[in-house]
Nanobody, 129 residues
């Protein structure tokens, strides 16, 4: 069983930065995908960025503004978000899929509930104009 707890959300102005952290505990298996998802009110959840157990990263539509990283020593998954825009607002949730290494595909499928993904509780990000 894996447990995920997010922190670092908040309110910033357009162009600002935030760093989200997800504390990961529990057994992750031999390989895995971890990632960050966003859901704005009235919108479907969408994948933002993912990283596999080998450190390979994948991004969805962040145009180089977001950076996902894993700190194995601290057991954390971070998302550095720079040059934030109002459309980046939403609830950000970290997630993990064990025994999975096709992370880009997993980001799409997990956002739609097609995977047996473990989710955190989410943290709110608000970007004001």
């Amino acid at each position: 069983q894996v447990y995920l707890v997010e922190s670092g959300g908040g309110s910033v102005q357009n162009g600002g930065s935030l760093r989200l952290t997800c504390k990961v505990s529990g057994w992750r298996g031999r390989y895995y995908c971890m990632g960050w998802f966003r859901q704005a009110p009235g919108n479907q959840r969408e994948g933002v960025a993912g990283i596999d157990s080998d450190g390979r990263t994948t991004y969805v539509d962040s145009a180089g503004r977001f950076t996902i990283s894993e700190d194995a020593a601290e057991s954390t998954l971070d998302l550095q978000m720079d040059n934030l825009k109002a459309e980046d607002s939403g609830t950000y949730t970290c997630a993990i899929e064990v025994e999975e290494n096709a992370c880009r595909k997993w980001l799409w499928r997990a956002a739609r509930g097609y995977e047996s993904t473990t989710w955190g509780q989410g943290t709110q990000v608000t970007v004001s104009p």
